[in-house]
């Protein structure tokens, strides 16, 4: 997903795929995706919990590692929605579980994201790897919080079994 602001109307430009997000050539829309335009709202109208205007933001999980052959294929969307690079060294993520997941030299530039896969693999600037040996997020339900480097919790992302293994944290 990638989120653009247009500064003179205070709108942006959401592009969506639950797949990784790519960049499209201005006026052209990749294949599966939905592209709308939206108002964003200071607060949260139905009371719920404020997302960051700035900075980093979980944008989604693909969960259920039990129905994928690969690990990889279980994943954390962390996108920076600001207009300025964010260093996230020592930011973690952690579940209800106490699965944790600590960043290291991983810089996320203006309105870039990195997956967070579960399995193994080379850290790179789009794909970070938490080396782990069996899925980590249920299928049922979990909760996903993002902290930041002083360890206070920056977002979260809840999801439950009619999300059928991914969740879309913009949602709320």
């Not at 782990?132 to 909760?143: I, K, Q, V």
């Not at 059928?164 to 709320?172: E, I, L, S």
Request: contains cysteine.
């Amino acid at each position: 997903m990638i989120l653009v602001e247009n500064p003179s109307t205070r709108s942006f430009v959401v592009s969506y795929s639950p797949h990784r997000p790519t960049a499209q050539p201005h006026g052209q829309v990749g294949k599966g995706s939905l592209l709308g335009a939206a108002a964003l709202p200071a607060a949260a109208e139905d009371g719920g919990p404020r997302r960051p205007e700035r900075g980093v933001i979980l944008k989604a999980i693909q969960y259920g590692g039990h129905h994928h052959r690969d690990l990889n294929e279980e994943w954390v969307q962390v996108t920076n929605i600001s207009d300025r690079e964010e260093n996230l060294d020592d930011y973690s993520l952690t579940d209800r579980e106490g699965h944790t997941y600590v960043f290291h030299r991983v810089r996320l530039g203006a309105y870039q994201d990195v997956l967070v896969h579960t399995g193994h693999g080379r850290d790179d600037w789009r794909d970070v790897y938490q080396n782990a040996d069996r899925p980590l997020y249920n299928d049922f339900r979990g909760t996903i919080i993002l902290s930041n480097e002083r360890g206070r919790e920056i977002d979260d992302c809840s999801w439950e079994p009619r999300d059928r293994g991914y969740r879309d944290c913009n949602r709320r």
